[in-house]
């Protein structure tokens, strides 16, 4: 399966006002230093101590928001 990684700060310039609120992220304990990883299908997933958890997910074009937030491609 192929993610774009980035930080918690690159996910929250790149999130819309339908998708994860400021408020989601600080309940799956996201900060601007959290890893995370958005896989095609725009699920969210946290990097925690014991592996990765899904927090949510992304709707709409996505793609472009994320690359370009992050300066990363699918990897």
Do not use: P
Not at 46 to 69: C, H, M, N, P, Q
């Amino acid at each position: 399966m192929q993610f774009i990684e980035m930080t918690g700060r690159e996910l929250m310039d790149a999130l819309h006002d339908d998708e994860l609120t400021t408020e989601d992220l600080q309940k799956s304990n996201i900060t601007e230093t959290s890893i995370i990883r958005i896989n095609r299908q725009g699920d969210i997933e946290v990097r925690r101590a014991e592996g990765w958890d899904i927090v949510g997910g992304l709707i709409g074009d996505y793609e472009k928001r994320i690359v370009k937030s992050s300066g990363r491609t699918w990897a």
